[in-house]
Structures are given as C-alpha cells and as structure tokens.
C-alpha cells in the first residue's frame, strides 16, 4: 500500500503524517511530497526517513491512494493527473467539494455514496464536518428544517502564518500578519474573502456542503464564521429547527450512541465542550444541549473538534480506511 501525502510539509499535511502512523494506516512506502524548496528533505515516518519528491515521480511510483492538502490551485492541477494513473485523490482543499460529478465525505454520515468510479474525493470544510456528525442522525430522526450556526475557529485553521502571528502578539514582537487586524485579545468576524451577498466564503461552504453532504437541499441553513484567538479546535453554537418535536434526554442518548460523537454535557459539575479539551482527540464533542424556548421544535447546541484532526486530517484517512475495508481501492 503505497501512499503519497502532497503537502507534506503543511499544517495539515503533517497531521495527515501522525494520523497515519498513529492509526496504523497500512502503510508499505510513503512518498511525501511538498513544493520546490522541501525537495530533496526528509521526513521521518515510522522510524523511517522518506525524502520529498516531485508530483511527477511521486505519480511515477503510482500510491494507490494520494491524500492532498496543498491548496485549491495545486489540486485542480496535479488531482486530475493522479487520477488518470489511476491513483485515489482525497483532497483537502475546496477545489472539487461542490463539483457535481465529485463526492463530498464524511465516513460516519456518507462513505457509502463511495465506488470504485470515484478517483478524486472532496474532504468537507473542518467547520462543516463537525457539525454534520453531529446533525445527521437528529436529521434522520426528527428532520431538520433550518439551521443557524455561528462558528468560534481557532487559528490553526488559517495556517502557520496565523499561529506566528498570535504567537507574537503575545510577545509582544512584531511580524508577519496572517488577519488585517491583530487576534491577540480580538475576534474577527470575517473567515474568508467576502461574497456578493455579504457573507464569507466560509460560510457559504457551511450552507452549501451541508445540503450535499447530508443529501437534502432542503435544509435551511445561515452562518456567521468568527475567528478567535485560540488553538485546539473550532468551537460552534448551533440553533436547529426540526418538523417533528423531541425531547431532550432523547437528544442526548442519541448523540451519545453516534459513532464519532461525545457528549459533554453536564451543567451542575461545569462539564461542556471546549478547544482545550478536542485538541488532538478525533472525536466530534457536544454539549450545552437544551430546548429553545423561544419557537417550537428547536434545539441549541454547542458542537467543538479539532480542526486539524477531525476537521482535515482524520477525516481523510477516515475516507482512505473506507476504501480499504471496502475494497474499493
């Protein structure tokens, strides 16, 4: 089982490395890959050294599956390239997620839309993954009408440029801006370039990959995405609106028996979802669950994971365990 991991270097394409070795992906040979000035370097992996390599020699020695987190750029050049060699692509980017011949997943609500056809596989935005994992199992219980989110991302989501930035802010040192505006003791409510409707891009993903992730287009979604100055995970509060009533207790039995949720929730002893505690766990944490006594047939929520982890990394060995347990690579 070969494996290339392009964007071996980065935030994530790093996790993407631990994951593997901490799950004991089966990994015969891994072929790292990154940009122009990491050639040559190695990285160590399971006790052994892989020296960066090209795309083009890494399609040479033909991975069976390839796991990208490059950027959208990179993808929609070399993904396609892999896959005419017949190479698995799960990519990390938004490139492909709303390509309607692509497939868009999460292993614990959809990784059976997989088939051996699909040569390029769209991991989900980190701030929609860990929502859906939650929301899909009230879905299909009580049917979910709308949906109001609004999101606490941690830093770790923008890259290193942003962690250095809050790092030196906290030095006080001056250095590379990663925001417009400093993150030490601020919240910037802007995730994204701004679209013609006033919302950011990321949250247009939450609506969008949402819907086709969950497989209804008839969920109502709005989003408000807010970086904040913390590491460890992106943090949501979600208000859900449903056609049938629940109760509560139901709410919480149901999450706690979904596969890749925990749930927190214990307001007497102070015991709810926070960064600090998802931080390199892959779990998908809720808490905070309580009725919403201003309309009918809504709940609020509070939903928190590891945005490197659950929210990238794992999320995409999760597909490439899929696949192999299925034999569909």
């Known amino acids: 089982m070969k494996v290339a991991v392009v964007g071996a270097t980065g935030l994530v394409g790093t996790m993407m490395l631990r994951v593997l070795e901490e799950r004991n992906f089966p990994v015969t040979e891994l072929i790292p890959v990154a940009s122009e000035k990491s050639l040559g370097k190695e990285i160590l992996f399971k006790g052994k050294g892989y020296k960066i390599v090209t795309p083009q020699d890494a399609i040479a020695k033909k991975p069976a599956i390839a796991l990208f987190s490059a950027g959208g750029s990179t993808s929609l050049e070399l993904a396609p390239k892999f896959a005419a060699a017949g190479i698995t692509v799960i990519d990390n980017s938004s490139a492909w997620r709303m390509d309607k011949t692509k497939k868009l997943v999460v292993p614990e609500v959809n990784a059976d839309v997989l088939t051996k056809e699909d040569k390029i596989i769209a991991n989900p935005n980190c701030s929609t993954i860990q929502m859906v994992v939650a929301l899909n199992p009230l879905h299909k219980k009580y049917t979910i009408k709308r949906v109001?989110?609004?999101?606490?991302?941690?830093?770790?989501?923008?890259?290193?440029?942003?962690?250095?930035?809050?790092?030196?802010?906290?030095?006080?040192?001056?250095?590379?801006?990663?925001?417009?505006?400093?993150?030490?003791?601020?919240?910037?409510?802007?995730?994204?370039?701004?679209?013609?409707n006033g919302y950011t891009k990321e949250e247009m993903k939450m609506v969008n990959e949402t819907k086709k992730i969950i497989g209804d287009d008839s969920i109502l979604v709005t989003a408000t995405t807010v970086r904040i100055p913390v590491m460890g995970g992106h943090s949501e509060s979600v208000n859900i609106e449903f056609t049938?009533?629940?109760?509560?207790?139901?709410?919480?039995?149901?999450?706690?028996?979904?596969?890749?949720?925990?749930?927190?929730?214990?307001?007497?002893?102070?015991?709810?979802?926070?960064?600090?505690?998802?931080?390199?766990?892959?779990?998908?944490?809720?808490?905070?669950?309580?009725?919403?006594?201003?309309?009918?047939?809504?709940?609020?929520?509070w939903i928190v994971s590891d945005n490197l982890r659950k929210g990238a990394a794992t999320n995409a060995v999760q597909i490439a365990e899929y696949l192999i347990k299925n034999k569909i690579v």
């Open 244 to 301: 049938n009533d629940y109760s509560v207790e139901d709410v919480r039995n149901l999450l706690s028996s979904t596969e890749g949720v925990v749930v927190v929730d214990d307001i007497k002893n102070l015991k709810y979802p926070m960064p600090k505690d998802a931080h390199n766990r892959d779990e998908v944490f809720v808490g905070r669950i309580r009725r919403d006594e201003s309309q009918p047939k809504t709940l609020n929520m």
């Open 148 to 196: 109001v989110v609004s999101t606490y991302q941690s830093v770790t989501g923008t890259g290193k440029k942003a962690v250095d930035q809050l790092m030196n802010e906290r030095k006080g040192v001056k250095g590379e801006m990663a925001y417009a505006y400093p993150i030490d003791l601020n919240v910037i409510p802007q995730i994204d370039v701004f679209m013609d």
